[in-house]
T-cell receptor
Framework: AQSVTQLDSHVSVSEGTPVLLRCNYS??????LFWYVQHPNKGLQLLLK??????LVKGINGFEAEFKKSETSFHLTKPSAHMSDAAEYFC????????????FGRGTQLTVWP | NAGVTQTPKFQVLKTGQSMTLQCAQD?????MYWYRQDPGMGLRLIYY???????DKGEVPNGYNVSRLNKREFSLRLESAAPSQTSVYFC?????????????FGPGTRLTVL
């Protein structure tokens, strides 16, 4: 079975401080993992994806995530938050095959204070 | 490339009315998906089409039907709308050429059923 759990429903940070959004996965096979971002009243935009090529994945807008098999985690980080990072973030798991059924976490709402 | 487009962007229905949500992609993708998004629930898969001519149920198919009209277009129909179908609906697509299960999303349709 495949599932993804986002450990925090809300995260608040001050502008300029680090961001950490946590995600754990469970899978009986080597998964593909994604982070998507959704700004208010917008669609979902791909931030980054892990497909087993490298455990540290760099994405757009300064975000990165590290796949840790021993911890079954795929946490999203950014060294310094910007006001424009305020959005909802989804951790998503897939089977790593070309038939792409995806499994969504429930989302983490990131608030950035000035 | 427009990517994934959806029409309409907004819709208000009365209970019992019917409507069809349209989705089209210009990325030559084989697979297409319909999701609904509700607060705190992430995205849940309604139906998907792995390739032209095939459709399959996802997690929450009740009350919906789909048609894969051709490779580009995948429509979602509500035959008799209910207030529980008030949601934001997203269409997505993914392609074999990319060798991953990355999905690309449309901007969404906001549906209210009164």
């Amino acid at each position: 079975a495949q599932s993804v759990t986002q450990l925090d429903s809300h995260v608040s940070v001050s502008e300029g401080t680090p961001v950490l959004l946590r995600c754990n996965y469970s899978s009986s096979y080597s998964p593909s993992l994604f982070w998507y971002v959704q700004h208010p009243n917008k669609g979902l935009q791909l931030l980054l994806k892990y497909t087993s090529a490298a455990t540290l994945v760099k994405g757009i807008n300064g975000f990165e995530a590290e796949f840790k098999k021993s911890e079954t985690s795929f946490h999203l980080t950014k060294p310094s938050a910007h006001m424009s990072d305020a959005a909802e973030y989804f951790c998503v798991g897939g089977r790593g095959s070309t038939l792409g059924r995806l499994y969504f976490g429930r989302g983490t709402q990131l608030t950035v204070w000035p | 490339n427009a990517g994934v487009t959806q029409t309409p962007k907004f819709q208000v229905l009365k209970t019992g009315q019917s409507m069809t949500l349209q989705c089209a992609q210009d990325m030559n993708h084989n697979s297409m998906y319909w999701y609904r998004q509700d607060p705190g629930m992430g995205l849940r898969l309604i139906y998907y089409s792995a390739s032209e001519g095939t459709t399959d149920k996802g997690e929450v198919p009740n009350g919906y039907n789909v048609s894969r009209l051709n490779k580009r277009e995948f429509s979602l129909r509500l035959e008799s709308a209910a207030p529980s179908q008030t949601s934001v609906y997203f269409c997505a697509s993914s392609g074999w050429r990319e060798r991953t299960d990355t999905q690309y999303f449309g901007p969404g349709t906001r549906l209210t059923v009164l």
